[in-house]
Structures are given as C-alpha cells and as structure tokens.
C-alpha cells in the first residue's frame, strides 16, 4: 500500500505527532510518501525518518513551450504565471483557466499597500472584500506574498529573529487557510487575524 500526503509542510502540530507515531512504527508493506517544496517545515523528527528524493522544476523553457502549446499568453504573462506557479504546469493550466492571474496581481498589490500603511481601517476593508473571494485563489496569494517577504528579507540581511518572526506568520497564515478549507469559518475574522500579525512584526502599532 503506498500513501500520498501532499503539502506535508502544511499539518499542523497535531497532524505532525499523529504522523510520527506511524513513522516509527510504519505497517507492514507499505510506503508513506510525504510531498513538499518546504522541507524545513516539517518537524525536524519527522524530518530524520524518512529517505530524501529531490525533483527540479520544468526549465523556463520547457515550461513555456508545453504553456503555450495548451493556451496561448504574451511573453510577460509567461513570466508572471511561471512566478506564480514556481513550476508547477498543472497548477499554472489550472490558474490561468480560472483567470486567476490579475487577482493574484491584485491581492499582491493590496497586500504591499497595507504593509505600507500600516493602519487599523485599510485591513479591516481588504479582509472584508477579499473573504468575499475564492478561498484557495487568496491561501495561494498571501503565502506567495509571504514568501516573497521572507526571501527579501533573507537576502537584505534582516535579523534572524526577524526572519523566524515572518516564518511563523507564514506557518500561522496556512494552518488558518487549512481550517477555513476543512470547515465553514468566518473568512473576514481569519484575514484580519494574519493581517495583524504581518503589521505587528513590520512595526506597525494597531
């Protein structure tokens, strides 16, 4: 028997300790194959049990050949939805399909605008509109957002407890996701919870 947990990264603790009473004693006959492009969020005892296996992304090129084979996009839409998807071709078919491009722009945008503003009324406003939208279209948005924050935090040198501060936000923002998915919960309360943990740690006083 052979089981598949994709977006391992993404249980939270729970799920995790569950999962690493199987690890240590894994059932006859069987192989648990945990999937994840963030391997350093997983528990670090979930970590030392399992075998390792590396897979790269299609190239630019290929990526761009098969897109636009299937849909045809101007050259700088290939470049934003290979940004967006970071690869995944399955996932990139899907968005574009779904005309999910201009709302990530737009959530991105929004989302760099309240960091700067840092004001109370702004976040209550976008929380509003956006838990009106697709609740997998806004999960994708913000922990792309979130990303983006952390590696240009990375490469400017920030503090690492800077770092690790953007890090549990990050980890905050998908366990919140992951409930919204799994149960009927308010989406406007869940956005304005994350959005006042990113301004508390970008200094901002609420």
């Known amino acids: 028997k052979v089981a598949m947990f994709d977006d391992a990264a993404d249980m939270n603790a729970a799920a995790a300790n569950a999962l690493l009473k199987c690890l240590e004693e894994p059932p006859a006959n069987s192989i648990l194959v945990l999937i994840t492009s963030r391997p350093g969020m997983l ?12 897979f790269q992304s299609l190239s ?68 509003e509109h956006w838990s009106q939208a697709n609740v997998h279209l806004v999960h994708f948005g913000v922990r792309k957002w979130l990303m983006e924050q952390i590696r240009g935090r990375v490469h400017a040198g920030d503090r690492p407890e800077q770092v690790r501060a953007w890090l549990s936000v990050a980890a905050f923002a998908n366990e919140m996701f992951a409930l919204a998915e799994a149960i009927n919960v308010n989406k406007r309360l869940l956005l304005e919870g994350i959005l006042i943990k990113i301004l508390r740690i970008s200094g901002a006083v609420l």
């Open 60 to 127: 630019k090129a290929d990526f761009s050949r098969i897109l636009q084979a299937k849909v045809g996009l101007a050259e700088e839409q290939l470049d934003a939805v290979m940004h967006y998807s970071e690869g995944n071709l399955g996932f990139a078919l899907q968005f574009i399909n779904d005309g999910q491009l201009v709302e990530c722009d737009r959530l991105s945008s929004e989302l760099d605008g309240l960091l700067r503003d840092g004001r109370l009324a702004p976040l209550c406003s976008f929380a």
């Open 43 to 54: 528990l670090p005892t979930i970590r030392s049990r399992c075998i390792k296996h590396g």
